[in-house]
């Protein structure tokens, strides 16, 4: 059922950002034509490239805002009632809105990235382009060794996992304000803040506290060049954002199970 639940939501999200990425790489395509290669703009070029950064920055808008709406409307507005009559779990529910969410905001990047490399081309070919990638790999490998291939995992990792957290804290908050019989909107606002600065403040706890108690160390990591932090620092924290992922997730599936609240 998961699986049907993601195909419906890939496809009502789907009639949004396919026509959005079509229309960016469309300006993309336009400006790579129109060229400003003088370093000068015409009233043309400046109104064609000025829409492009509008659409470009409003993609990333418009991802934030379906995620939040989908979430909202789907189940916790009226529409809810009909998606909990649906014989699936409520826990699928979230993790349907996550995946496809954290889907649209990664093709969001790579959109972005291929428009730029696009208008980009005006001035070098795209094997340059690929060149100088892997003229920066050959750096950073020279300067991080066989370390990089963990930072790239890493990184990776961390992007995965933080995107997760950047969205499961809002279903999360969103969900208890919706426990309000009044103002939840203002309740879930205040959820979210809530959420946040405790997880901030858990965070400084676990990571800094100890350093400050210990000045040495302190003086240590504060010194140290990223090649020379510890792996298990970055994992750990890491790791924390993956039990933030599992409290919010925690969280929102109980309410939406036991305590949702639709009126």
């Not at 208008?119 to 370390?147: C, R």
């Not at 160390?217 to 932090?229: K, P």
Request: glycine content about 6%; some cysteine.
């Amino acid at each position: 059922m998961l699986g049907k639940l993601l195909k419906y939501e890939i496809k009502a999200t789907g009639r949004i950002f396919l026509p959005l990425y079509l229309v960016l790489i469309l300006f993309a395509i336009v400006n790579y034509f129109m060229g400003f290669s003088s370093g000068e703009f015409t009233s043309t070029q400046f109104i064609t490239f000025t829409l492009y950064i509008l659409i470009l920055v409003g993609m990333f808008v418009i991802s934030f805002v379906v995620m939040v709406q989908r979430f909202y409307k789907n189940l916790l507005s009226e529409e809810g009632y009909l998606s909990f009559t649906l014989p699936v779990e409520p826990w699928k529910h979230i993790v349907c809105k996550l995946m496809v969410s954290s889907m649209w905001t990664i093709l969001s990047v790579i959109t972005a990235i291929i428009s730029v490399i696009i208008i980009a081309m005006q001035e070098v070919t795209l094997g340059e382009i690929f060149k100088g990638i892997s003229n920066v790999w050959s750096m950073m490998y020279q300067e991080f060794g066989d370390k990089l291939y963990m930072y790239v995992i890493q990184v990776v990792a961390g992007i995965i996992v933080v995107l997760a957290t950047s969205t499961l804290i809002l279903y999360a908050a969103m969900a208890i304000g919706h426990l309000s019989n009044n103002h939840k909107v203002l309740a879930s606002i205040g959820s979210f803040l809530g959420l946040y600065t405790l997880g901030q403040i858990l965070a400084s706890l676990i990571f800094l506290l100890p350093l400050f108690k210990n000045q040495k160390s302190y003086s240590y990591i504060n010194s140290m060049g990223f090649q020379e932090l510890p792996a298990g620092f970055i994992w750990g924290a890491i790791a924390l954002s993956a039990v933030y992922d599992l409290v919010y997730f925690i969280i929102t599936n109980h309410i939406l199970n036991k305590r949702l609240n639709l009126e």
